[in-house]
């Protein structure tokens, strides 16, 4: 599991995944991604185009990571994901706090 | 040792090698110096002999031919000096006037003593031919002779030395001595071969200093020998005491090496036994003292490694123990009897709970409601292990209680969310698929918190997911609603919930199970019962992994309604 801060701006800090999002991919970015949320003042755009699989572990971190955002009036948008990853996140009703999208326009769009 | 020992006798051995070589050397340049010192003192002594014994020949010519002179003065006094044929015939006068000079020995005739007058004329010789005839007749060929004859005309006394020739072309250096006899015209002339009259004398000499050359050449021979004698003792001595004491400091320090190394060395091979508690003497050189502090310091470290180990095995002992009951609890905690509580044989129950440690975040559930209706349920709790396993727990307790209150799924998992989104700042969930059925229907009302929707299998092999009604997982958003939806089952219909742990088990390619598959599978297991197809789908799940570790927990529940009997 990979985390790259891809570039960032104002507004938006965009975060690109790779890889698997487990346990063990978990608690490799986990406390980085908590960290880059929990002292970010823009919102999240992370692109999951690259992440294969989406455990809860995985969910749970996407969820902790949204509600710190969502805290401080921020949102994030999972851009892209894989049919089975956003099949999960629909699923599992975390959509609600985490919208997707399939291309950056429509990202924007639901900032 | 050995080699140390070979080593200090190789080097003592080529030190008196060595010594030996370098003392003959010496003892015999020294012979050969001593040899040339008494060479030349001896040289020195028959050169200073001579010089001495020319000088004292010379007086005592000298002294012969003076006391001829004197007497000759005597003996002359009232004779007629002019008539020499008269003095000629006296026997004494000639006996003193022509004489022999014979060496100091008296054994040889060494030179004469004769008389001439002051015009060189020959008065008295021993060779009468001479008388009478002029010493110049002589001057060419024996010059210097005829000089000092020709001082003495003017000089009262003249001696020097003149080369004479003999018949046989023979030179022999001479020595002359001339005097006036007083009171007379004449002139006394003593002439003697230096070397010849003293030649049985420095013979003598010679032969003495040869015997003394020879006695100091075996004297130093002797001490010589002697003392290069001692020398190699002292040699040989030396290098024994040498060689003892490189045995014994070469013992005591090996040894001071060796004894620590070697106590090292059991001290290791205990460790290699075990007993971690040895330790060894730091004692001994500086190299030895430290790597023995080092080993004391391993020794020290590996029991306080092997005692954490202990501590550590038996915790984990402990752990594991702990965690084996709290599977055995948590296994108690599901239901493990599948016979229906209400329906008899209308209803058909089977399930399996695998969980990737020894406990898990998964169950299911199914309980009677009344006489008509019973309630299933499948939960997939966040994360696993013991976390988990504690939500999991109190999630089942919170499902039963909450159905017991309010049959409605769609109420149930609201309670139930409601109560574990309190103060839940980690965020933890659980998703549950939750259904009471009505088996005299053949109805089953469910929601669904965020969890896969089950299959539904049917007698034709129509098989499909249940629509999702909406509803999130429980435990993130408090005021989430669960909104339900009614199914009709036919005879013979099978309801399969399952978790993630199924479909999302994977391969070593990294191929997931996937929900196709599953549906592939169920396809092929509609005939069979719901226990084997349950069972079967599971082995079908493990098998698919192909010895991959279990990812996540595994649990399939399935219920079929049977037709009326």
């Given amino acids: 599991m990979e985390m790259k801060v891809v570039r960032g701006d104002a507004r938006l800090t965009r975060i690109a995944l790779s890889g698997i999002l487990d346990l063990e991919g978990e608690s490799k970015i986990g406390n980085e991604f908590r960290h880059l949320a929990d002292s970010s003042k823009t919102h999240f755009l992370v692109d999951m185009s690259q992440v294969s699989y989406l455990a809860s572990l995985g969910i749970r971190l996407l969820f902790t990571t949204a509600k710190s955002l969502a805290s401080s009036g921020k949102k994030m948008i999972v851009l892209s994901p894989q049919p089975m990853v956003e099949e999960t996140l629909m699923t599992s009703g975390t959509a609600r706090l985490i919208p997707i999208a399939h291309d950056e326009d429509e990202a924007l769009r639901l900032l | ?565």
């Avoid at chain 2, 003996?75 to 015939?89: N, P, T, V």
């Avoid at chain 2, 079908?540 to 595994?554: K, L, N, P, R, T």
Wanted: some cysteine.
């Fill in chain 2, 1 to 565: 040792m050995l080699s140390y020992l070979v080593i200090i006798l190789m080097t003592t051995l080529g030190m008196v090698f060595l010594a030996d070589k370098v003392l003959d050397r010496l003892m015999s340049e020294n012979l050969e110096t001593a040899s040339e010192a008494v060479s030349a003192l001896a040289k020195a002594d028959n050169d200073l002999s001579e010089t001495y014994l020319t000088r004292f020949g010379e007086k005592l010519v000298e002294a012969q031919g003076h006391q001829a002179a004197a007497l000759l003065s005597l003996e002359l006094s009232k004779r007629d000096l002019q008539d020499y044929g008269e003095i000629r015939k006296d026997k004494e006068l000639r006996k003193i006037a022509a004489q022999n000079i014979y060496t100091p020995e008296g054994e040889n005739i060494a030179g004469h003593i004769d008389v001439f007058d002051n015009k060189g004329v020959a008065v008295w010789h021993l060779n009468s031919s001479v008388e009478g005839r002029n010493y110049s007749e002589w001057k060419d060929e024996f010059p210097d002779m005829w000089k000092l004859v020709q001082r003495s005309f003017t000089e009262d006394r003249v001696q020097g030395y003149y080369t004479f020739i003999d018949r046989n072309q023979k030179a022999a250096k001479k020595f002359m001595a001339l005097m006036h006899v007083p009171g007379t015209p004449f002139v006394v002339s003593a002439v003697v071969e230096i070397d010849k009259y003293f030649l049985p004398v420095q013979e003598k000499i010679r032969d003495a200093d040869q015997k003394a050359e020879q006695q100091a050449r075996a004297s130093i021979v002797k001490s010589t020998g002697s003392t290069l004698d001692h020398a190699k003792f002292l040699s040989l001595g030396g290098s024994l005491i040498l060689l003892a004491l490189a045995g014994f400091f070469g013992f005591w320090f090996t040894g001071s090496i060796s004894r620590p190394i070697m106590g090292l060395r059991d001290a290791v091979k205990k460790i290699g036994e075990g007993d971690f508690q040895v330790q060894v003497s730091e004692r001994g050189p500086e190299e030895v003292k430290q790597l023995s502090q080092s080993f004391n310091l391993l020794g020290r470290q590996l029991t306080q490694y092997v005692n954490r180990l202990a501590e550590e095995t038996a915790a984990k002992q402990r752990m594991e123990s702990e965690l084996s009951i709290a599977a055995e609890i948590q296994r108690s905690l599901l239901p493990t009897s599948f016979s229906p509580p209400v329906g008899g044989d209308r209803l058909e129950i089977y399930a399996v709970m695998e969980p990737a440690r020894n406990v898990g975040g998964d169950f299911y559930d199914f309980f009677s409601i009344d006489e008509e209706n019973m309630c299933f349920a499948i939960g997939d709790v966040c994360g696993k292990g013991v976390p988990a396993a504690i939500l999991m727990a109190v999630t089942k307790s919170l499902l039963e209680t909450a159905a017991g209150e309010n049959s409605n799924p769609g109420h149930v998992l609201a309670r139930v969310n409601r109560r574990l989104s309190q103060n839940n700042e980690s965020c933890v969930f659980v998703t549950i698929f939750c259904c009471v059925l009505n088996f005299k229907e053949g109805k089953f009302i469910y929601a669904n918190g965020g969890h896969d929707s089950p299959l539904v299998i049917g007698q034709q092999e129509s098989i499909a997911f249940l629509d999702h009604p909406g509803g999130p997982a429980l435990g993130l958003f408090q005021d989430a609603v669960f909104p339900t939806q009614e199914f009709i089952m036919e005879p013979g219909d099978t309801l399969l919930a399952f978790t993630d742990g199924v479909t999302e088990a994977f391969d070593r390619t990294g191929r997931f199970f996937a929900k196709e598959n599953l549906i592939k599978q169920a396809r092929r297991l509609t005939d069979r019962s719901v226990r084997d197809v349950v069972i079967d789908l599971f082995k079908e799940v493990v098998s698919f992994s192909d010895g991959m570790s279990q990812a996540d927990d595994i649990t399939i529940l399935a219920f079929r309604l049977n037709k009326k009997v």
